[in-house]
């Protein structure tokens, strides 16, 4: 799943898109380590635990779980994968584009 995030955030990079990751792997120290060996580039908040305040308050049961969010902040997808996450994706920028 990381090669396909990490290229989906290089070609879109121009674009209305932003991938967050939550990450439940640890402290500060810990999420550094696994960003570095993993080359993960986008934005991590660090949750510390599978029963972190953010796992927690959106209810994820299991890992990853993927949301994904129009430009108004409303879930439209839940737990999309490879070529459907990115089609969704895009069709989200072409909508937000649109809209402007």
């Known amino acids: 799943m990381i090669p396909h995030e990490r290229e989906l955030v290089e070609r879109l990079k121009n674009?209305?898109?932003a991938l967050l990751g939550i990450n439940s792997d640890g402290d500060a120290e810990a999420v550094k380590k696994i960003l570095?060996?993993?080359?993960?580039?986008?934005?991590?908040?660090?949750?510390?635990?599978?029963?972190?305040?953010l796992a927690t308050k959106w209810g994820v049961q299991g890992w990853p779980t993927i949301y994904i969010l129009d430009a108004k902040g409303v879930i439209r997808h839940?737990?999309?994968r490879g070529k459907q996450m990115e089609d969704a994706v895009v069709k989200l920028i072409a909508e937000a584009k649109a809209a402007k």
């Open 78 to 80: 839940k737990n999309l």
């Open 15 to 17: 674009e209305p898109f």
């Open 36 to 53: 570095a060996k993993e080359k993960i580039t986008w934005r991590q908040a660090i949750d510390v635990s599978t029963s972190g305040p």
